[in-house]
């Protein structure tokens, strides 16, 4: 005979504060549960056991720790798991040294044919080291712009002189 303990079962969720799936009763005491319409009889029977909370399921961290420790080891960290743009997996400091390098390759050529004055380069290289070009073609358009190259006519009269 299947005994009807709804109340029961709502009350003792209730002081259990948990969903009435997961309060179990002792099949044993079920007889004493049945007679138990009280929320202090409910709270009676929990103190001795015969009502019990079962616990919930939780997420196993085992699989995320594993993977945690494969990344650490320098694992599943290949072209497939990547995200993003390239620039956003390449080192930061690469990135500088290799800009920086053209910038100021590109200054010493200017001054090696004459383009710009020695004091307009060594002011170029500061402000490139300042971070303060893009690219090469951002130093041609500030020359550009303060007119800073040196014009042929200049130089012309330079040679005759």
């Known amino acids: ?8 079962r709502r009350l003792a969720a209730s002081l259990l504060k948990c969903s009435p799936k ?3 009763f002792n099949n044993e005491r079920l007889e004493e549960i049945k ?15 015969a009502i019990i909370k079962i616990n919930k399921k939780g997420i196993s961290k085992s699989r995320a720790n594993k ?8 694992r599943q960290s290949g072209m497939g798991r990547r995200k993003g743009s390239p620039n956003t997996h390449a080192n930061t400091k690469d990135v500088w ?9 590109f200054t ?7 383009l710009v004055s020695v004091q307009t380069a060594k002011d170029l290289i500061g ?3 300042g971070g303060f070009f893009r690219s090469r073609r951002h130093i ?14 200049r130089q012309d009269k330079k040679d005759k002189q």
């Not at 319409?37 to 056991?49: S, V």
């Not at 010493?108 to 004459?114: D, V």
């Not at 041609?140 to 006519?153: A, N």
Request: charged share 40%; aromatic share 2%.
């Open 127 to 129: 402000k490139a080291k």
């Open 97 to 105: 040294i290799a800009g920086i390098r053209v910038q100021r390759e």
């Open 67 to 74: 993977r945690k420790t494969q990344r650490r080891k320098g």
């Open 140 to 153: 041609k358009l500030y020359l550009d712009e303060h007119s800073l190259f040196i014009q042929k006519d």
């Open 35 to 49: 007679e138990a319409i009280t929320k202090t009889d409910i709270r009676g029977l929990i103190k001795d056991g």
């Open 22 to 24: 997961r309060v179990t």
């Open 1 to 8: 005979m299947k005994m009807d303990v709804h109340v029961q």
């Open 108 to 114: 010493r050529e200017l001054l090696a044919k004459g």
